[in-house]
């Protein structure tokens, strides 16, 4: 998964990006619910596509989370599925509020984008133009050469250099899991082949996050993995929001402060990642979501 929600510290967008395209051939209605009188279970449960959330009124069903299933990697599906239908539909719901907020700016009014929406194969391919736009309009606003600039500088402004490290994760669903694959490793086990064991998708695959900074790494994964020798092991399992990870460090190394042009490209794309996760999240904020387990209890909107 390109997100790296694992080891980052990222914004809600990351998971909506690595899904992008996933809704293909989802179905949706624009049929409103009505109101104040919906209740958790309303929807028709003798329905084969029945509704599991709305969206200021606009429907989604459960065809979007199936088809959102398809595209996640092969590891990732194996997962329950009672784990990954909240997550699914969450990422439904963000990407229904940015096609409202594109509306509500009138964003399919705008003639520079009119070619690509007659082009659009369909509704779908349409709500990505617009919530692309919408993005795009954002953060030709905000990242601006003054802010890489201004970036820049509380970022690297009057130092010598930073430690880097280079961390692999094994993510469990409890504590014990993760305590009894420590004592594996501390036994000599082979930690690419006990990462398969990991509900993370990427962490599953062993996966290599590169040479990552403090400040670019989840503060609960970095207060350990910097504490580390290379090819060490934490001896406990570090407790984040998607379970229990076992923390390997791999190497470290000392890098000296870039020059601005050096930086400029990672700085521009860490302010486009900012802007996305803040355009999602306001668009988010601003609509009204009800969803829906498959048995019709309420889930936490």
Known sequence: MTVRRCVMWVGP????SSFVGFAADAQRTDQALRGDAYAAGDFDRESSDPVIATVDGRD????????AMRYLPAAAKDAPFDLLYPVLLEVLVEREALLIEAYNQHLDDDPALGEQLR????DVARSDILGQALIERKASELV???????????????RAGEDQVRVRLIVLGSRAEAQAVIRSLTNGADFATLAARSI?????RNADFGWLRRDRMRPE??????????GQV?????MTDIGFNVVKLEERR??????????????RQDLIGEVVAQVVADARAAVRVRKVNMDGSPLAP
């Open 200 to 204: 993370d998708p990427e962490t599953a």
């Open 13 to 16: 967008i990351a998971l909506l």
């Open 234 to 238: 934490a001896p406990t399992p570090v």
């Open 119 to 122: 082009a659009a194969a369909d």
């Open 221 to 230: 994964i970095a207060d350990v993995a910097f504490t580390l020798k290379p």
């Open 144 to 158: 601006t050469e003054a802010a890489v600039r201004a970036r820049y500088q509380a970022t690297y402004g009057g």
């Open 60 to 67: 989604l069903h459960l065809s979007a989370v199936g088809a």
């Open 254 to 267: 000392f890098v000296a402060t870039p020059s601005l042009d050096q930086a400029r490209d990672s700085i």
